[in-house]
Every structure is written in structure tokens, then in C-alpha cells.
């Protein structure tokens, strides 16, 4: 990670067009945005696009725009993303997706910087920095006919590739631990602000993250929200329960409850009804006789949660 961000502020002072590659949510746009905000082009507009979200039929409409009457529902003239990024840096997201047609369109403009409106007669000049990024191979892309040789060159001038997750895991505490506080400090909390335990770090840090850092920041933002108020530290108990199925067998546990050291009785009491639950399909009083308890007294333990 350090080896990739160390090229951005020097890449951030070129015009140059940069292809950012990484699997998706290693934080392709957050470096989009650090190119933009360290150059000299930061007064001017960011303009994100993710060329996967648009229909094929629009995406050309809405890079390049499109003049009145051009086609039916063009009401009026429409200034496309190019013209909206003037001075500025347009970020094509996911630029592995986009279509045949529209990657012929978007050389013509990389090499004339200009563009032509849909139904206009005149070309349109644009000084644009291109930040482009993708979660895919585009060598495969490109072997598959699916993506254009020249576009990929005119694209890769300024390379810049991010690592999965689960290839630094000794951040996963660091940035854990900093999505957790952002999340409690949304709420309202004070500092000081409660400390992964070592127990709860090595079981976030054995997880794979397929999802990446945007995975990691939405289990924490989770945790957050379910953390009582003014507890000192998040256990290694409180993680477990929200890992995904996947996690908790990497953590070495399959089958049976898992109880880390420090947990406390009453996050110990939860985790076991809560497996009782899921093993019962939610049922309380079949879950109230796995537990050895009545379902009254079930009842109670869950409202008081």
C-alpha cells in the first residue's frame, strides 16, 4: 500500500490520464480523490461516474451530453459529465464495463479533448484530467474482445495498483479500530473512545475481507451501533457474533459457540442464546429448552437486550 500511494502526489501533478486497478472497495475513489485534491487542478469540479451503473444506451448522452430535440425526451441541451469536469477531473469508475460503442467515443475524446454532443454539429473543447479505475482484468477484457487495445493504452499512461485487504493484514486493526471511532463519534460518543482487545484484532485479522476495507468499515459501523454506551473496549465476543459464516471458520470455530477470553457473563449469555436461536429457526420456546430455561424467562432476556 505504501509502495502505491507513494506515486500519487507525483502523479496527482501530471495531466497525464492515471488507471487505477484493485478489487472492488480497496478505495479506488478515495485515491481518485487524493489526485484530484493534490494537484493543481483541486479548485476545479470532481465528477464521478460509474460506467457499470448507466444503461448502455445512456452512457454516451450522459458523458458526452447531448443538444436539444437530439432524440425523444431531449427537451433541452444537456451539458454531459466531460463538460460538468471542465478544469476539473472526471473519474470513470469501473471502466472495464463500458460498452463497445462508447469506448470508440471516449478515445475520439481523449485524443481531440474535445467532444461532440449528441445531435450538436460543433465540437466542444475540455481540458479534463481522466482518473479511470476497474475491479477487472482488462488484459482479459482486452483478450476477449470486450475492451479496445487503443483505449487501454491511451487509459494505463500512469498506473497505480491497490492491494486487497488480505494482502496488508496488519492494517485491518489500525483502520478497524478508526472506522469504529469514526462510528461512535457520529453518535455522539465522547472521548476516550474504546480499544480493539488483542483477542478481537487477531480474529478481524484472520478474516479474508472479500469485500475489502468497505467491507471492514461496514462491519465496524455495525459494532458501533450495537456497543454500550461507555464500554472501555470491543471484545473478540462482540465481533464474532457479527462476522459472516465464512469469518467465523476461519476464526477456527464451526460448529458450538465460541467464547473468547475476556468476554464478559453477560455478552458470554448472549452469544448462547442467540446461537440457540439461530439453531431453534427463531422458534423461543424450542430454543428456551435448548438453553435449559423457561420461555418466559427468555422472553425477558431478549427485551432487556
Known amino acids: 500500500m505504501e509502495t502505491a500511494l507513494a506515486d500519487v502526489p507525483r502523479f496527482a501533478r501530471s495531466r497525464e490520464p492515471v488507471l487505477i486497478q484493485g478489487e472492488t472497495g480497496t478505495g479506488k475513489e478515495l485515491v481518485a480523490r487524493a489526485l484530484h485534491g493534490l494537484g493543481p487542478r483541486s479548485q476545479g469540479a470532481f465528477v464521478p461516474v460509474n460506467c457499470g451503473a448507466i444503461p448502455d444506451s445512456m452512457l454516451e448522452a450522459e458523458l458526452f451530453g447531448y443538444e436539444k430535440g437530439a432524440f425523444t425526451g431531449a427537451v433541452r441541451r444537456h451539458r454531459g459529465r466531460f463538460e460538468q469536469a471542465h478544469q476539473g477531473t472526471i473519474f470513470l469508475d469501473e471502466i472495464g464495463e463500458m460498452p463497445p460503442q462508447a469506448q470508440v467515443s471516449l478515445l475520439r475524446v481523449l485524443e481531440e479533448r474535445a467532444v461532440h454532443r449528441i445531435g450538436g454539429e ?12 476497474t475491479h477487472r482484468a482488462l ?5 476477449s474482445g470486450l475492451f479496445r487495445e487503443d483505449l487501454l493504452y491511451r487509459l494505463n499512461v500512469l498506473p497505480l495498483e491497490l492491494p486487497p485487504l488480505r494482502e496488508r493484514r496488519i492494517d485491518i486493526p489500525l483502520l478497524a479500530e478508526h472506522f469504529l471511532h469514526n462510528g461512535l463519534q457520529d453518535m455522539g460518543w465522547q472521548a476516550p473512545m474504546p480499544r480493539l ?3 478481537a484484532a487477531q480474529l478481524l485479522a484472520r478474516y479474508d475481507w472479500p469485500g475489502n476495507v468497505r467491507e471492514l468499515r461496514n462491519l465496524m459501523a455495525r459494532l458501533a451501533v450495537r456497543l454500550p454506551e461507555e464500554a472501555p473496549e470491543l471484545s473478540a465476543a462482540s465481533v464474532y457474533q457479527l462476522l459472516p459464516q465464512r469469518g467465523r471458520e476461519r476464526s477456527g470455530v464451526v460448529d458450538g459457540v465460541f467464547i473468547p477470553v475476556g468476554t464478559t457473563l453477560a455478552e458470554a449469555e448472549w452469544l448462547l442464546i442467540d446461537a440457540a436461536l439461530k439453531a431453534a429457526d427463531y422458534n423461543r ?12 424467562t427468555l422472553r425477558r432476556k431478549l ?3
Open 285 to 296: 420456546s424450542r430454543a428456551a429448552k435448548l438453553l435449559g430455561i423457561g420461555e418466559r
Open 139 to 143: 488484459d482479459e477484457r482486452l483478450a
Open 122 to 133: 460543433a465540437p466542444v473543447a475540455v481540458d479534463v484530467r481522466v482518473v479511470a479505475a
Open 303 to 305: 427485551n432487556a437486550s
Open 197 to 199: 482487545t488483542d483477542e
